[in-house]
């Protein structure tokens, strides 16, 4: 299976246009879209976001819609999901209903996607998965452009394995239940400290949502105080900023008496990382649209395309934060 391998800077290079803010549910096209996507010359898509549980979320959502806008060619349909599985499977069915002439997903878990990537195939529409994938088979969507969340796992595991020598008890605030990136970054992670001194006591999801990370945190104090937890590893830097509002709420100092390593590197897990209330970030680019909106013309204008673009990531420990928050697109 053939694969491109991106730079984040390619992907970062995205428009500056101000965009207005993302609502949950649909947002219409032009118009065009009831007319079965011809719409003149616009490409209609249908994009079925998983909803805006994220700082990450919500730059992706920026980035999709300065590259699906009319001056670039289309006519966005626009729908988040407030991270309901079937909500999203529905939308993409309304899509295919509406005769447009692609979809993009950004799926919320990798399993159920079979059925309606039939129907869409049967209709004749391509798909086009960016950020997360789906368990179902290849040939039902076109291509997929993301990310290699079990690298990040490991990024965030060997640095782990490296730094916490000593006797290490670790819980885990875990991404959405069956999503790629919770699957993933745990194996990842789970892999690369195989045979440390890091023992996960607990593992909760959060949802990838700042309250989740918190209520979850919660828990995990009450039910090991601050002296039974060494680390944290969060799937992400909302879940890991929760955590430290947690953590503090108890009387400790995050990022020392309870160290944290998160994943994503958004603004306000840099600038956390930066203060030295989290230790390391792996990033997770979410500047996909670019790459996203050239896939789904090349998929139309019936180019070969490679079935999976991985944007590659990188990784801060907190001098690295200090130097690239000036700069950070997001
Ligand atoms: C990863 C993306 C994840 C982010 C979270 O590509 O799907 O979902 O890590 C987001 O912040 O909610």
Redesign the pocket.
Known sequence: MKKTIITGLAVAAVGMLALTACSSGAEGGSGAASDGGSGGDLITVGFAQ?GS?????SA?TESMKTAFSTDNGFDLIFNAADNDAAAQIAAVRSFINQGVDAIVI?PIVEDGWDDVLQEAADAGIPVILE??TVSASEDLYSTWV??D?QLEGQKAGEWAAETFTGPTNMVVLE??TG???ANDRATGFDEAIAGSSITKIDSQTGD?TRDGGKTVMEGFLQKYGVDGIDLVYA????MALGAIEAIEAAGAVPGEDIKIIS??A?HDGMQALADGKINYIVE?N?LLGDKAAALVKAVLNGESVDKRTIVEDQAFDQDAAIAALPDRKY
Do not use: K, Q
């Open positions: 998983t549980e994220s700082g990450w979320r992706n950004a950020d997360r993301g990310l969340f991404g959405t999503s790629a990136p990838f799937h992400n830097d909302d994943i994503d958004v997770c979410p």
